[in-house]
């Protein structure tokens, strides 16, 4: 069974311009998270869905941060502009209370390493 | 208040010595879980055991154990024979079930443990 595949593993941008990133969570999964990492810290929730619903999205900085995931699948975070703190890992992680243990552990990708210069 | 704190900023420990990573946590929700995950330099996160709080027995996952402590509101990572691929960042991590929090996990500073030959 795939993981949760995510897009672009490293980004370099410059202040001030766009940046996407894409997660394709685990096939069944119907719970997506976003997370931040910040280096040295652990993740911290920017968003979460429950299919394309956003139902937790009160860490999410919406002046700048967008999120979607239109058909309950794959979902993309936008930053738009890019500031220097934006420089982070930007996790995403899905789970499913319908499969796996009880406890619906929340499985995580890979990462998408931000540097903003 | 933080909700998770983890103490050791870093721990070291012998190849095939048994090592105890702190956690503690505050909450006022009844019903809440506690997780663990190892973060290697890769940067993806695994998840390695789980915790309920109405659990009676301590949770056990091949070399990790969790030593749950309700009453201290702990619940330290054993793991026994450490070995060099054991080291990593590790997280301790909680999920409360009150409200828009649920689903959300709340994670620690972490831990880097380091495996010495």
């Known amino acids: 069974e795939a993981g949760v595949v995510q897009s672009p593993r490293y980004k370099i941008i410059e202040k001030k311009q766009p940046v996407a990133f894409w997660c394709n969570p685990i096939s069944g999964h119907n719970t997506l998270y976003w997370y931040l990492q910040n280096l040295g810290q652990g993740p911290e929730l920017l968003i979460r869905?429950?299919?394309?619903?956003?139902?937790?999205d009160s860490q999410l900085p919406k002046d700048r941060f967008s999120a979607e995931r239109l058909k309950g699948v794959d979902s993309t975070l936008k930053i738009q502009p890019a500031e220097l703190g934006d420089s982070a890992v930007y996790l995403c992680?899905?789970?499913?209370?319908?499969?796996?243990?009880?406890?619906?552990?929340?499985?995580f990708g890979p990462g998408t390493r931000l540097t903003v210069l | 208040a933080q909700k998770i704190t983890q103490t050791q900023p870093g721990m070291f420990v012998q190849e095939k010595e048994a090592v105890t990573l702190d956690c503690t946590y505050d909450t006022s929700d009844p019903s809440y879980g506690l997780f663990w995950y190892k973060q290697p330099s890769s940067g993806e996160m695994i998840f390695l055991i789980y915790?309920?709080?109405?659990?009676?027995q301590n949770a056990t996952e091949g070399r990790y154990s969790l030593n749950f402590q309700k009453a201290r509101k702990s619940a330290n990572l054993v793991i026994s024979a450490s070995q060099l691929g054991d080291s990593a960042m590790y997280f301790c991590a909680m999920r409360e079930s009150g409200g828009t929090s649920y689903g959300k996990l709340t994670f620690g500073q972490g831990t880097i443990l380091t495996v010495h030959p």
């Open positions: 992680a899905s789970s499913s209370p319908l499969t796996g243990a009880t406890y619906n552990e929340q499985f």
């Open positions: 915790q309920g709080s109405y659990d009676q």
């Open positions: 869905y429950e299919n394309e619903e956003a139902v937790d």
